[in-house]
């Protein structure tokens, strides 16, 4: 998207200029946060054309493209962390398309998880202010985190670690999925690691009165067993817009889930708002 590239280069001013990176390793933060936040404006400037989802698509796309030498996906050809030495003659294009894609949706799955929104928090207990926050603006906490970023290392180096130690600073508890308070998992999974992950859910429902019982299982493959994420499950009627049910915490190759609802599911939708980096059917 051509008419990104001012944006992106505005955005620079802060991520790359007033903020630096540590080394080559951490080279995908600046570029990954300013691709995102040109988009971010972008799709905010023109709603209609629905410019953020359209890029994400596009990232996973060209992420899952084969290797013209190989059998192997692009994304494959090595972690976010790679920094300049993804380019390869095996792999010409693994720089552009890890660093920009595949960095634009770690940016983004940080943001929804840090989102500050009823759906997400229902059944949970939240404080007033917390609740006020996310009627005033789901991104609150996402911005807040942003603006610390860049107040502490004002002119200085960022490592990946530190803008990880930023992040779980301000993380809810939802995304402390290991009890540790270390977003280790997800560092390790999407910037130190490779692999996208593949979804599919079996289910069935029980009608409870003026209620619908929803049991199944969500299942995860194309990475390691112990991959980790909190995948979105929707539930879709015969009228109105799908009703969220909850978010599973993957573990293995099946999660078992069970939740009580008042719509009837004609079908469920795994990830509708395109939270999670994965394929799903």
Same mark, same amino acid.
């Given at each position: 998207?051509? =008419?990104?590239?001012?944006?992106?280069e505005?955005a620079? =001013?802060?991520?790359?200029?007033q903020?630096?990176v540590?080394?080559?390793?951490?080279?995908?933060?600046?570029?990954?946060?300013?691709?995102?936040?040109?988009l971010?404006?972008?799709?905010?400037k023109?709603?209609?054309?629905?410019?953020?989802?359209?890029?994400?698509?596009q990232?996973r796309?060209a992420?899952?493209?084969?290797?013209?030498t190989?059998?192997?996906?692009?994304?494959?050809?090595?972690?976010?962390?790679?920094?300049?030495?993804?380019?390869?003659?095996?792999?010409?294009? #693994?720089?552009?398309?890890?660093?920009?894609?595949?960095?634009?949706?770690?940016i @983004?799955?940080?943001?929804?998880?840090?989102?500050?929104?009823?759906?997400?928090?229902?059944?949970?207990?939240?404080?007033?202010?917390?609740k006020?926050?996310?009627?005033?603006?789901?991104?609150?906490?996402?911005i807040?985190?942003?603006?610390?970023?860049?107040?502490?290392?004002?002119?200085?180096?960022?490592?990946?670690?530190?803008?990880? @130690?930023?992040?779980?600073?301000?993380?809810?508890?939802?995304?402390?999925?290991?009890?540790? @308070?270390?977003?280790?998992?997800?560092?390790? =999974?999407?910037?130190?690691?490779?692999?996208?992950?593949?979804?599919?859910?079996?289910?069935?429902?029980?009608?409870?009165?003026?209620?619908?019982?929803?049991?199944?299982?969500?299942? =995860?493959t194309?990475?390691?067993?112990?991959?980790? #994420?909190?995948?979105?499950?929707?539930?879709?009627n015969?009228?109105?817009?799908?009703?969220?049910?909850?978010?599973?915490?993957?573990?293995?190759?099946?999660?078992?889930?069970?939740?009580?609802?008042?719509?009837?599911p004609?079908?469920?939708?795994?990830?509708?708002?395109l939270?999670?980096?994965?394929?799903?059917?």
């Amino acid at each position: 998207l051509t =008419q990104l590239v001012p944006f992106h280069e505005v955005a620079h =001013q802060w991520w790359g200029n007033q903020v630096g990176v540590a080394t080559y390793r951490d080279t995908w933060i600046e570029e990954a946060m300013a691709n995102y936040l040109a988009l971010l404006y972008a799709d905010n400037k023109h709603p209609q054309e629905h410019i953020l989802t359209r890029s994400l698509e596009q990232y996973r796309a060209a992420l899952l493209e084969k290797e013209p030498t190989s059998k192997e996906a692009i994304g494959d050809a090595g972690p976010l962390s790679l920094g300049f030495r993804l380019s390869s003659s095996k792999s010409p294009d #693994a720089y552009d398309k890890i660093i920009y894609g595949k960095g634009t949706w770690v940016i @983004h799955m940080l943001r929804m998880m840090l989102a500050e929104t009823d759906a997400k928090e229902s059944g949970a207990k939240h404080s007033a202010a917390a609740k006020e926050s996310a009627a005033r603006d789901p991104d609150a906490r996402f911005i807040e985190i942003l603006h610390a970023v860049l107040a502490k290392y004002r002119f200085q180096s960022l490592s990946t670690a530190d803008f990880e @130690h930023v992040i779980e600073q301000g993380m809810p508890p939802d995304m402390d999925v290991d009890g540790t @308070h270390s977003l280790d998992w997800f560092f390790d =999974q999407w910037v130190r690691g490779t692999g996208i992950p593949r979804y599919s859910v079996t289910y069935r429902v029980q009608p409870e009165g003026n209620l619908f019982r929803v049991r199944g299982a969500l299942k =995860q493959t194309n990475v390691p067993g112990d991959f980790t #994420a909190l995948v979105p499950l929707y539930a879709a009627n015969a009228a109105g817009k799908p009703v969220h049910l909850g978010d599973i915490l993957t573990t293995g190759t099946s999660t078992s889930f069970q939740f009580t609802t008042r719509v009837s599911p004609r079908r469920i939708i795994i990830d509708p708002q395109l939270s999670v980096l994965s394929i799903h059917e």
